[in-house]
């Protein structure tokens, strides 16, 4: 008998593939992606997180009560940035990602930040495969609600070319629903979409309207980290940004001596380097210079060297279309 289980233990993890059982499992036919737009689900429980560190206030409020609870308690300055960050699967107001963000933004100042809080929908509850497939299944649901929630505050006289779309992952995906609710109820776009390594399980392969892409926002930039396995590998956006190795592998983020599991936390550890760079980039003046390149090989080898530079991050000028490539290796980052 024990050496049955040793076989079948062995046998799933050669299996797994290049990002661990996980990776594996998502990219499946053991995962149903529904992006089904006509299942009514309520998404009441999505939480706003709203911070205005200048005046140190924050406030909290469910997204149906948001609109009409933050205007009511707050009189906005409409001549600051609203940067609007959407977390992706498994967050949480309390975790990691979120404080990341809420660090970043501290100091910055004339903005305000909203985060927000749709754990109650997209936890890793009731197991791996059904949550996740469950949060594929919110994505659509929320992505709209957080739409008409902006489109209230644009109600309110909050100007479209002070909001800043920002999502990591599945949040990323979410902000394709986001951006064109809100362009459905204002006849405008949001200033600028940003995503970092947007959801690629149950989205790489899907029709171009469940994911991030150009047209969501007036400007609309994608960053790749973990291109391929939890990261999409869809050009889709006004800029892509491939950061360190065709956007695949980060230098920090190593496989260990443990196949399957080492792969796996590489993958994630690379997929959540895509918010460490960019909260690093709010600081730096000049943020990361990228090359326009044809592929990765090319601009590895100095081939793209004379071709067109742009400053990925935060302080990107947006003025930049196509593909473009990143080191970080030569900032000393990893």
Not at 4 to 26: I, Q, T
Not at 154 to 167: E, M, N, Q, V, Y
Request: hydrophobic share 35%; net charge neutral; aromatic share 14%.
């Amino acid at each position: 008998m024990n050496n049955y289980l040793f076989c079948f233990v062995l046998s799933a993890v050669l299996v797994c593939g290049c990002a661990g059982p996980f990776r594996a499992l998502l990219y499946s036919d053991w995962i149903t992606c529904d992006h089904d737009k006509n299942l009514g689900f309520g998404v009441s429980e999505t939480q706003i997180f709203f911070y205005d560190f200048q005046n140190n206030f924050n406030l909290s409020f469910p997204i149906d009560s948001a609109v009409d609870g933050l205007t009511s308690s707050y009189n906005l300055d409409v001549t600051r940035r609203l940067v609007f960050f959407v977390p992706g699967y498994k967050s949480h107001i309390s975790k990691n990602t979120e404080d990341l963000i809420r660090q970043a933004f501290s100091t910055v100042p004339n903005i305000y930040l909203i985060i927000v809080d749709h754990s109650a929908y997209t936890s890793s509850k009731g197991g791996k495969i059904a949550s996740y497939e469950r949060s594929v299944r919110s994505a659509y649901y929320i992505g709209t609600a957080l739409g008409t929630f902006l489109a209230g505050l644009r109600a309110k006289g909050f100007p479209s070319d002070k909001i800043h779309c920002l999502g990591h992952s599945l949040g990323s995906q979410m902000l394709g629903y986001t951006g064109t609710k809100y362009t459905e109820l204002t006849k405008e776009k949001v200033w600028r979409v940003t995503g970092l390594d947007p959801a690629g399980p149950c989205f790489s392969n899907s029709l171009i309207e469940h994911q991030i892409r150009s047209g969501v926002g007036q400007y609309v930039e994608v960053y790749h980290c973990n291109a391929g396995d939890l990261g999409t590998t869809a050009v889709l956006a006004d800029i892509d940004f491939f950061f360190n190795k065709k956007g695949h592998k980060q230098p920090s983020c190593h496989e260990g001596f443990i196949p399957a599991k080492g792969e796996s936390d590489a993958a994630k550890c690379s997929h959540k380097a895509c918010v460490r760079y960019y909260a690093m980039s709010v600081h730096l003046q000049n943020g990361f210079l990228a090359w326009a390149c044809d592929t990765y090989d090319h601009y590895s080898e100095g081939k793209c060297a004379a071709n067109q530079v742009t400053i990925a991050g935060y302080n990107n000028p947006g003025n930049a279309t196509g593909v473009f490539y990143v080191s970080t290796e030569m900032y000393g980052i990893e």
